[in-house]
Nanobody, 123 residues
Framework: QVQLVESGGGLVQAGGSLRLSCAASGSIRSINAMGWHRQAPGKQRELVAGISSSSSTNYADSVKGRFTISRDNAKRTVYLQMNSLKPEDSAVYYC?????????????????WGQGTLVTVSS
C-alpha cells in the first residue's frame, strides 16, 4: 500500500514562513514528478509548484519568488518552503507524486495524493 503523508501546516502571521513536507512510503518502484496543489474554500484546486525527477521546477505565478520546492529522492520526500506568506495563501495544501509500483510481472503507474494539510495565514 502506497501512502503520501504531509506535515508542516499550521497558523502563521502574514510575512511569516512555513515548510511543508510530504513523504511517500510503500512498495514503490520509482517516483517521477512530485509537487503541491492547494485549495481554498470556495475555489478550485490549483497547482502551486512541481518538481521533476531531475529537479526541474515550475511554480504558479502567485508564488514565484516566495515559495521553493525541493525533493530528497533517497527519502522519497518533497518539500515546500513558503516565505513571505500572505492571507491569500491560506488553503489546504495537497502533495502529489507520479508513482510506479511493481508486483511480480505487473507494473502500474498512477498519481498518488496526500490527505492535505491546512495552512492559515492571518493578517
Amino acid at each position: 500500500q502506497v501512502q503520501l503523508v504531509e506535515s508542516g501546516g499550521g497558523l502563521v502571521q502574514a510575512g511569516g514562513s512555513l515548510r511543508l513536507s510530504c513523504a511517500a512510503s510503500g512498495s514503490i518502484r520509482s517516483i517521477n514528478a512530485m509537487g503541491w496543489h492547494r485549495q481554498a474554500p470556495g475555489k478550485q484546486r490549483e497547482l502551486v509548484a512541481g518538481i521533476s525527477s531531475s529537479s526541474s521546477t515550475n511554480y504558479a505565478d502567485s508564488v514565484k519568488g516566495r515559495f521553493t520546492i525541493s525533493r530528497d529522492n533517497a527519502k522519497r520526500t518533497v518539500y515546500l518552503q513558503m516565505n513571505s506568506l500572505k492571507p491569500e495563501d491560506s488553503a489546504v495544501y495537497y502533495c502529489y507524486a507520479d508513482i510506479t509500483i511493481e508486483a511480480g510481472p505487473i507494473r502500474r503507474s498512477f498519481e498518488g495524493w496526500g490527505q492535505g494539510t491546512l495552512v492559515t495565514v492571518s493578517s
